[in-house]
């Protein structure tokens, strides 16, 4: 069949074909690098546009409807407009450190791209830890916010960052069980092996309360650990003018904001994954002529249907919730969420160790 | 592709950050003024520095956050065999989350989770 897991398998024989091993994987690996770049590009584009044509539709507005139709290039143009713009740097900062953090917060965003399945067979590295290398990598992003934070040494950076520290840690612990829950189901840390799993069924589906109630944990913990509304504390305008970003400008700061969605791409992606399968068609058990049809469908527009769905998802929280308080928001971790996933977890468990699971 | 992946990935990320940063500065040579690099303050002058003592509560929370994490870590490995073990599986990890729940709960007690 023509898929692209097949176009990339005849591509690496051609290429080994042709030229020797270490030169395969040299071009290989810039082809991976080539690849992240365009998608970072065009995500950036894509969901900068979104974000302002979904707000734009909660309101009750038009949004951006100028430039191109429908202003689909309002984003280049903004694009052009962060190039053009001067990045100066305040004299009073630690300079090192200061030109660091965006590196850091940016790498930290390519490196998650690392597991995620984009298609049946299309994934940079098929890791066998692939969940727990998620997990790992993504909270190092906290060390860039921190870093940019402090070494801006202006007081409105510094108390963004502590507070998108302390936030970021904190919603950690409750992703990571509502993740667990799902491990538990599976018995691998492989998102390969977790989506092969859902080939009956998405998780959601079959996995009674408990998954329903660790999705809504995880989408809550994603949406505080991406710094978004209505957990967006550590850049809260109205208090902080632009929280850790303050003294950026210009390419600097389009840095930091191309990063923070890029972030929220990958926790959609990973949430797709294990909730809703990842590029795994809708299945129904064993309905073999309904399975048939949904695989007509090619795996990666599931893969990115899904994906775009929990991101509306969580462009329409920015737009429902009030911003919470500080205090608000440590309370509804540490007394509400946590408690409750830990609970969650051990019902999941005895549900998986049971298999009363479908 | 295997763990070079890693190397392709943060070269992509340093390129395109630097090649960003490298393309702006070289489409826009600045100005220079001396009020230009004072620190944003809107619009007054920054009074102190704000590396200096900071409030503590944000230290508790990065405390509590730290065993909490070590024990996540821990029960990775516990739920991948977890439907292999069985139930003495789900009997072990009841015991280890009572005991952090008994601390969690102290913490709580001492008002360690109350903001300011």
């Known amino acids: ?358 | 592709m295997g763990s070079g992946s890693l190397i392709a990935l943060i070269f992509a990320a340093v390129v395109f950050s630097a090649g960003g940063l490298a393309f702006a500065k070289f489409l826009n040579k600045g100005s220079t003024n001396p009020q230009k690099g004072e620190t944003y303050e809107c619009g007054i002058r920054t009074e102190g520095s704000p590396w200096n003592q900071f409030n503590v509560g944000y230290y508790l929370f990065a405390l509590i956050f730290l065993i909490f994490d070590v024990e996540l870590v821990f029960m990775y490995p516990w739920a991948v065999v977890a439907k292999k073990v069985g139930m003495m599986a789900l009997f072990e990890i009841i015991v280890f989350i009572f005991i952090l729940f008994m601390g969690f709960l102290y913490a709580h007690k001492k008002g360690a989770l109350k903001w300011m």
């Open chain 1, 1 to 358: 069949m023509f898929s692209i897991e097949n176009i990339l398998n005849s591509f690496h024989e051609w290429l080994s074909s042709m030229l020797n091993q270490n030169m395969v994987m040299l071009l290989e690996m810039t082809l991976i690098a080539f690849f992240a770049i365009t998608l970072f590009a065009t995500l950036g584009l894509v969901l900068v546009y979104l974000e302002r044509k979904v707000s734009a539709f909660i309101q009750i507005r038009k949004g951006p409807n100028r430039v191109g139709p429908f202003g689909i290039f309002q984003t280049t143009a903004d694009t052009l407009k962060l190039i053009v713009k001067e990045s100066f740097m305040p004299n009073s900062v630690d300079k090192f450190l200061y030109q660091l953090a965006p590196f850091i917060v940016m790498i930290t965003a390519m490196l998650l791209l690392a597991p995620l399945p984009f298609a049946r067979g299309v994934q940079i590295w098929n890791i066998n830890i692939g969940v727990f290398y998620v997990t790992a990598v993504s909270s190092l992003s906290v060390i860039g916010i921190l870093m940019a934070g402090w070494a801006s040494n202006n007081k409105y950076s510094l108390l963004g960052a502590m507070r998108s520290g302390a936030q970021i840690v904190s919603y950690e612990l409750s992703a990571g069980m509502a993740i667990l829950s799902i491990i538990v189901l599976t018995g691998s840390l492989n998102l390969q092996d977790i989506i092969a799993s859902q080939e009956n069924g998405w998780w959601i589906f079959k996995g009674h309360i408990p998954a329903i109630v660790a999705f809504v944990i995880y989408i809550i913990a994603v949406t505080a650990e991406t710094n978004r509304a209505p957990f967006d504390l550590a850049e809260a305008e109205s208090e902080l003018t632009g929280g850790f970003h303050t003294e950026y400008a210009g390419m600097r700061f389009a840095l930091f904001f191309l990063a923070e969605y890029i972030n929220i791409f990958i926790v959609c992606a990973i949430g797709a994954t294990l909730f809703f399968g990842g590029w795994m068609p809708f299945h129904i058990g064993n309905w073999e002529a309904f399975n048939h049809v949904m695989d007509f469908i090619p795996s990666s527009i599931w893969f990115f249907g899904k994906t775009f769905f929990l991101i509306i998802l969580i462009m329409w929280f920015r737009w429902t919730f009030p911003r919470l308080r500080v205090d608000q928001l440590l309370n509804l971790e540490w007394k509400y969420l946590l408690p409750i996933s830990m609970l969650n977890l051990l019902v999941m468990t005895l549900i998986a160790i049971k298999g009363w699971h479908f």
